[in-house]
């Protein structure tokens, strides 16, 4: 069964540093999604991305962060400069263009970023 | 702007009983509905989901929901928990067509008692 793949599984990095989160939606999904989920919190919506730019975001996406697809596998999540609040876990998902907007979402197994 | 609540922060079951989680939403058509489930230190996994149709949803591992327009609630209800189900439930709510992202309730933590 076709599943969405996440690397780093976690990432330690000190505050200030970039980083870049790596996902591998579905072969055959055109929409992706960046969540996050704060420790013990809910997880929150990010970024959606269809056909090569932002089709929404959250007003957690500020400035800091950058999405993009740079091959036709790849979707990556940048953190220019990590803060002490950025330590999460860190979902990407996607979904197939379905029939009459139909929107369910396929999760990978998530990225704990880790910010020191 | 859409919203989920999930009442439950935790509920404790004993193994064999029947379940019930809560899940109310708020938005202003029909939305979608989702139930995911986390076990710890892992993903989010789709337990069942409401599109349109019969109210009562089947899903996976034995789960079911029903939506009830009337009271904006897509409720998670098992009629046997195993000890297996031990994890976070996460309730979801989806606007229909276009990218928008799911909006998820702060989760119900699920505990089995022997």
């Known amino acids: 069964e076709p599943e969405v793949t996440q690397t780093p599984s976690h990432q330690v990095t000190q505050m200030g540093q970039e980083v870049i989160l790596r996902c591998v939606p579905i072969s055959n999904h055109l929409y992706f999604y960046w969540y996050r989920q704060i420790l013990g919190q809910k997880v929150e919506f990010l970024v959606s991305f269809y056909n090569n730019e932002i089709s929404e975001k959250s007003e957690i996406f500020d400035d800091q962060f950058s999405v993009e697809r740079p091959d036709g596998s790849n979707f990556t999540l940048k953190i220019r400069s990590t803060k002490l609040e950025d330590s999460a876990m860190y979902f990407c998902?996607?979904?197939?263009?379905?029939?009459?907007?139909?929107?369910?979402?396929?999760f990978g197994p998530g990225t704990r970023l880790t910010v020191l | 702007a859409q919203s989920v609540t999930q009442p439950d922060i935790h509920i404790t079951v004993s193994e064999g009983a029947s379940l019930e989680l809560r899940c109310n939403y708020s938005?202003?058509?029909?939305?979608?509905l989702f139930w995911y489930v986390q076990s710890p230190g892992q993903g989010l996994q789709l337990l069942l989901k409401y599109f349109s149709g019969d109210t009562l949803v089947q899903g996976i591992k034995g789960f079911e929901a029903e939506f009830k327009r009337s009271q904006s609630s897509f409720n998670l209800r098992k009629p046997s928990v195993h000890w297996s189900d031990a994890a976070e439930y996460f309730c979801a709510v989806g606007a229909r067509g276009g990218a928008d992202g799911l909006t998820f309730g702060k989760g119900t933590h699920l505990i089995i008692q022997p």
């Open positions: 998902a996607s979904r197939q263009l379905g029939l009459a907007g139909v929107n369910e979402q396929f």
């Open positions: 938005y202003g058509a029909t939305p979608y």
